[in-house]
C-alpha cells in the first residue's frame, strides 16, 4: 500500500509500506500489481469527473450486467464526489499484460471507466472501502461488509476469466492492434547489448524489466521481449544471480511478469535457461567480432586519466596533505550546519556543500572549477537553484567557499574551500570522519533530502538513538521520525530491541533507485543541460573574437574519472556515465 501525507491528493512510491493486519493511520490506496508483475483482482474505477455521476452510475449498471453474463461475483464501493470502484476478485493470479487489455478492452465500451491504474505496473493504485477520500469522508462499500467478505474468500475461478476474455476478444484485438500503431515512450536509444558499459543496461532495457511495456512492432510476444531484456543484462556484464535478485525483490516486475505463464517452481529454471541462451549469443557474436576487427583505435578517442589535472587548475604537489585540508573542511562544515535553517533551502544549501566536498575529494585539490549544471545533477537541484544558493554562500561573513575566478567561455566558476578562522582550531582538533563525503545519491532524489541526512549519519555511527539522530542532523524531530519511518519502509535502517537505529548494508541504494525509476529524471536533466551547452557554443563561436577552448557537453568536470563502487553512486558519477 501506499500512504497519502497530504489528506489523500498524492500517494507517493516513498510513503509505500507492506500490508499489515493494523488499519494503517493515514489515507492509503493499495498497489494493484505484486513484485511478480501479476494481479489478483481486476480494479475497475469510474470517474465522475469525465462526464458526470448519471453517466458514471449508468456505466456501473451496465458493467455489473455484463459480469452477472459471464458468471463473475464483484465487490463495489463509491466515494464522496460520485465516483465508484468495482472490484473483481479471481482465484488465479493473472499478468500484467493481460490486466491491461481487458481493462483497455472495457475501457473501449465504458467511457467513465479510467483505465490509467492498470496501465501502470509500478504505480498502478487504488483506495479501497475504507480510505479518507480528499474531498472529505470516506470510500463507502456499497453492499453489505458480510457479502464483500464472502466474495473476496471465493474469488472468480480461472473458467470465469476465461468467460471475460472470450466475450471481450474483439475489443482485446483491437486495443492491441491500437497499441501497435502507438509510439512507445520513452523513445531512447536500444544500441545492442554488447556495447553496454559493465553494469550498465541501455534505459529502453532498464524501462521494460521495470514496467513490462513494450514495443509490438519490435517484439512479437512477451518471450520475445524477455529475451531481449536478459540478452541485454548479460551483454551489459551482469550476473544470473543479479538478475535474479531484481525479480524477486520486485526491483524488475516487468520481467517477472514475463515468467508468470510458468508454474512458480519451473520460473527460475526458465529464466537459467534463458540466460544460458544469451550467453551463447554473446559468445558467438564476440568470436565474430574478434575475428573481423581490423579497425584501429584513435588514442585521441581514449579517456582522459589525468585525474587531477582540472581545467584551470594545476596539478597538487601534496596530495596528501590536499586531502588532509579537506578533512578539516569537512569539520568545519559539520560545526557551520548548526547555523543553517532546517527549511527546505537550508537543507539545499547543506547539499551544495556536499556536493563540493565530495568533488575536492574526487580530485585530491581544495580548488574545483566546474559550471552550476554539474553541481545540479550531483545535489538534483536545479541550476538556477544552485547559482542561488552559491551566492548566498559566498556571501557569507566568514564563508566555507571562496569565488577565486568566475568562469569565462566555456570553463566554470573557480572555487576554493576555504576553513574560516573562527573555525579552524575546533576543525582541527575534530576527528576526521571515516568514508567519503556524498553528494545527493541518486535514491534519495526520490526519498528526499532529510532521508539523505539520516541514512548518513547512521552510516558513521550504528546504533543510534532517535535523539541523537535529531541533535547530529540539525533536523526536527518530526522530519527525522518520517525520514526513519520512510527509510524503514524500504528496509534500509532497522531498529533493533534498544531502539537503536542502524544501517541495513545488504539493501543495495543502487537498485532502489532503479526501482525509483531515478534514471530517468537525471536523463531528462541531463539532455536539457546538453541543448544548454550546445546552444552556449554556438554564440561563443559566433560572438567571441577569441577560440575558447570548447569542451564536449559532458567535459565541464570530469566525475568519470572517479567512479566509486556501484553502490556508492552519486548523482553525479550516475548522470556523467549513464549508458543508453
Same mark, same amino acid.
Given at each position: 500500500?501506499?500512504?497519502?501525507?497530504?489528506?489523500?491528493?498524492?500517494?507517493?512510491?516513498?510513503?509505500?509500506?507492506?500490508?499489515?493486519?493494523?488499519? $494503517?493511520?493515514?489515507?492509503?490506496?493499495?498497489?494493484?500489481?505484486?513484485? /511478480?508483475?501479476?494481479?489478483?483482482?481486476?480494479?475497475?474505477?469510474? /470517474?465522475?469527473?469525465?462526464?458526470?455521476?448519471?453517466?458514471?452510475?449508468?456505466?456501473?449498471?451496465?458493467?455489473?450486467?455484463?459480469?452477472?453474463?459471464?458468471?463473475?461475483?464483484?465487490?463495489?464501493?463509491?466515494?464522496?464526489?460520485?465516483?465508484?470502484?468495482?472490484?473483481? $476478485?479471481?482465484?488465479?493470479?493473472?499478468?500484467?499484460?493481460?490486466?491491461?487489455?481487458?481493462?483497455?478492452?472495457?475501457?473501449? #465500451?465504458?467511457?467513465?471507466?479510467?483505465?490509467?491504474?492498470?496501465?501502470?505496473?509500478?504505480?498502478?493504485?487504488?483506495?479501497?472501502?475504507?480510505?479518507?477520500?480528499?474531498? @472529505? @469522508?470516506?470510500?463507502?462499500?456499497?453492499?453489505?461488509?458480510?457479502?464483500?467478505? /464472502?466474495?473476496?474468500?471465493?474469488?472468480?475461478?480461472?473458467?470465469?476469466?476465461?468467460?471475460?476474455?472470450?466475450?471481450?476478444?474483439?475489443?482485446?484485438?483491437?486495443?492491441?492492434?491500437?497499441?501497435?500503431?502507438?509510439?512507445?515512450?520513452?523513445?531512447?536509444?536500444?544500441?545492442?547489448?554488447?556495447?553496454?558499459?559493465?553494469?550498465?543496461?541501455?534505459?529502453?532495457?532498464?524501462?521494460?524489466?521495470? &514496467?513490462?511495456?513494450?514495443?509490438?512492432?519490435?517484439?512479437?510476444?512477451?518471450?520475445?521481449?524477455?529475451?531481449?531484456?536478459?540478452?541485454?543484462?548479460?551483454?551489459?556484464?551482469?550476473?544470473?544471480?543479479?538478475?535474479?535478485?531484481?525479480?524477486?525483490?520486485?526491483?524488475? $516486475?516487468?520481467? *517477472?511478469?514475463?515468467?508468470?505463464?510458468?508454474?512458480?517452481?519451473?520460473?527460475?529454471?526458465?529464466?537459467? #535457461?534463458?540466460?544460458?541462451?544469451?550467453?551463447?549469443?554473446?559468445?558467438?557474436?564476440?568470436?565474430?567480432?574478434?575475428?573481423?576487427?581490423?579497425?584501429?583505435?584513435?588514442?585521441?578517442?581514449?579517456?582522459?586519466?589525468?585525474?587531477?589535472?582540472?581545467?584551470?587548475?594545476?596539478?597538487?604537489?601534496?596530495?596528501?596533505?590536499?586531502?588532509?585540508?579537506?578533512?578539516?573542511?569537512?569539520?568545519?562544515?559539520?560545526?557551520?550546519?548548526?547555523?543553517?535553517?532546517?527549511?527546505?533551502?537550508?537543507?539545499?544549501?547543506?547539499?551544495?556543500?556536499?556536493?563540493?566536498?565530495?568533488?575536492?575529494?574526487?580530485? @585530491?585539490?581544495?580548488?574545483?572549477?566546474?559550471?552550476?549544471?554539474?553541481?545540479?545533477? *550531483? &545535489?538534483?537541484? /536545479?541550476?538556477?537553484?544552485?547559482?542561488?544558493?552559491?551566492?548566498?554562500?559566498?556571501?557569507?561573513?566568514?564563508?566555507?567557499?571562496?569565488?577565486?575566478?568566475?568562469?569565462?567561455?566555456?570553463?566554470?566558476?573557480?572555487?576554493?574551500?576555504?576553513?574560516?578562522?573562527?573555525?579552524?582550531?575546533?576543525?582541527?582538533?575534530?576527528?576526521?570522519?571515516?568514508?567519503?563525503?556524498?553528494?545527493?545519491?541518486?535514491?534519495?532524489?526520490?526519498?528526499?533530502?532529510?532521508?539523505?541526512?539520516?541514512?548518513?549519519?547512521?552510516?558513521?555511527?550504528?546504533?543510534?538513538?532517535?535523539?541523537?539522530?535529531?541533535?547530529?542532523?540539525?533536523?526536527?524531530?518530526?522530519?527525522?521520525?518520517?525520514?526513519?519511518?520512510?527509510?524503514?519502509?524500504?528496509?534500509?535502517?532497522?531498529?533493533?530491541?534498544?531502539?537503536?537505529?542502524?544501517?541495513?548494508?545488504? &539493501?543495495?541504494?543502487?537498485?532502489?533507485?532503479?526501482?525509483?525509476?531515478?534514471?530517468?529524471?537525471?536523463?531528462?536533466?541531463?539532455?536539457?543541460?546538453?541543448?544548454?551547452?550546445?546552444?552556449?557554443?554556438?554564440?561563443?563561436?559566433?560572438?567571441?573574437?577569441?577560440?575558447?577552448?570548447?569542451?564536449?557537453?559532458?567535459?565541464?568536470?570530469?566525475?568519470? &574519472?572517479?567512479?566509486?563502487?556501484?553502490?556508492?553512486?552519486?548523482?553525479?558519477?550516475?548522470?556523467?556515465?549513464?549508458?543508453?
Amino acid at each position: 500500500m501506499r500512504l497519502s501525507r497530504d489528506a489523500g491528493k498524492t500517494y507517493p512510491q516513498k510513503h509505500e509500506r507492506n500490508l499489515t493486519q493494523a488499519l $494503517p493511520s493515514l489515507p492509503a490506496a493499495v498497489r494493484i500489481f505484486g513484485k /511478480d508483475g501479476t494481479c489478483a483482482a481486476i480494479f475497475l474505477d469510474f /470517474d465522475s469527473s469525465v462526464a458526470g455521476t448519471d453517466w458514471v452510475q449508468a456505466d456501473v449498471r451496465a458493467v455489473q450486467t455484463w459480469l452477472h453474463s459471464v458468471g463473475a461475483r464483484w465487490i463495489e464501493d463509491y466515494s464522496p464526489n460520485g465516483g465508484r470502484h468495482v472490484y473483481v $476478485p479471481l482465484a488465479q493470479r493473472i499478468t500484467f499484460s493481460e490486466a491491461r487489455d481487458l481493462v483497455e478492452a472495457l475501457g473501449s #465500451r465504458y467511457r467513465t471507466l479510467d483505465k490509467t491504474p492498470h496501465q501502470n505496473l509500478l504505480h498502478g493504485c487504488m483506495r479501497t472501502p475504507g480510505s479518507p477520500h480528499k474531498r @472529505g @469522508g470516506h470510500q463507502e462499500l456499497a453492499m453489505s461488509l458480510s457479502m464483500a467478505y /464472502d466474495i473476496a474468500r471465493r474469488p472468480n475461478s480461472s473458467a470465469v476469466w476465461s468467460a471475460m476474455s472470450k466475450d471481450l476478444a474483439a475489443e482485446i484485438k483491437a486495443v492491441r492492434a491500437l497499441r501497435q500503431n502507438e509510439s512507445l515512450t520513452p523513445a531512447t536509444s536500444d544500441a545492442l547489448a554488447v556495447q553496454q558499459p559493465v553494469g550498465r543496461m541501455s534505459r529502453l532495457m532498464q524501462v521494460l524489466a521495470q &514496467t513490462g511495456i513494450y514495443d509490438t512492432t519490435k517484439y512479437a510476444s512477451d518471450s520475445e521481449a524477455r529475451q531481449a531484456v536478459i540478452l541485454s543484462a548479460a551483454g551489459a556484464g551482469l550476473h544470473l544471480i543479479d538478475v535474479e535478485r531484481r525479480m524477486l525483490q520486485g526491483t524488475w $516486475p516487468g520481467l *517477472a511478469s514475463f515468467y508468470v505463464r510458468y508454474a512458480a517452481k519451473h520460473r527460475l529454471p526458465a529464466l537459467r #535457461r534463458d540466460w544460458q541462451n544469451a550467453l551463447k549469443h554473446l559468445n558467438k557474436n564476440k568470436t565474430r567480432r574478434d575475428g573481423n576487427n581490423n579497425v584501429r583505435k584513435s588514442p585521441t578517442s581514449q579517456p582522459n586519466t589525468q585525474g587531477l589535472a582540472l581545467q584551470g587548475v594545476t596539478e597538487i604537489s601534496n596530495p596528501d596533505a590536499e586531502h588532509r585540508y579537506i578533512r578539516t573542511w569537512r569539520n568545519a562544515l559539520r560545526i557551520r550546519e548548526v547555523n543553517y535553517q532546517q527549511s527546505k533551502a537550508g537543507l539545499a544549501r547543506r547539499m551544495v556543500l556536499r556536493s563540493l566536498g565530495e568533488a575536492a575529494h574526487m580530485t @585530491g585539490s581544495r580548488f574545483a572549477e566546474f559550471g552550476v549544471r554539474s553541481i545540479a545533477v *550531483a &545535489t538534483g537541484l /536545479d541550476h538556477t537553484t544552485v547559482a542561488m544558493h552559491l551566492r548566498e554562500l559566498r556571501a557569507e561573513k566568514d564563508p566555507l567557499v571562496t569565488l577565486v575566478e568566475e568562469g569565462r567561455g566555456t570553463k566554470g566558476d573557480l572555487y576554493m574551500l576555504t576553513i574560516p578562522e573562527e573555525l579552524k582550531a575546533a576543525a582541527e582538533e575534530m576527528r576526521w570522519r571515516k568514508g567519503k563525503v556524498h553528494a545527493l545519491r541518486p535514491v534519495f532524489r526520490e526519498l528526499g533530502l532529510p532521508a539523505a541526512f539520516v541514512y548518513e549519519t547512521l552510516e558513521h555511527s550504528p546504533g543510534m538513538p532517535t535523539a541523537e539522530i535529531v541533535r547530529i542532523t540539525r533536523l526536527s524531530r518530526s522530519a527525522v521520525h518520517e525520514a526513519l519511518d520512510v527509510l524503514a519502509a524500504w528496509n534500509l535502517v532497522v531498529r533493533n530491541s534498544c531502539r537503536a537505529w542502524s544501517i541495513v548494508a545488504e &539493501t543495495s541504494l543502487r537498485q532502489l533507485a532503479e526501482q525509483f525509476g531515478v534514471l530517468e529524471a537525471v536523463a531528462s536533466q541531463l539532455q536539457r543541460y546538453r541543448n544548454d551547452r550546445i546552444i552556449w557554443r554556438e554564440w561563443l563561436a559566433k560572438n567571441v573574437n577569441t577560440v575558447p577552448v570548447l569542451l564536449s557537453p559532458d567535459e565541464d568536470y570530469p566525475w568519470e &574519472t572517479f567512479e566509486g563502487p556501484p553502490d556508492e553512486w552519486s548523482l553525479s558519477d550516475l548522470a556523467f556515465n549513464r549508458a543508453g
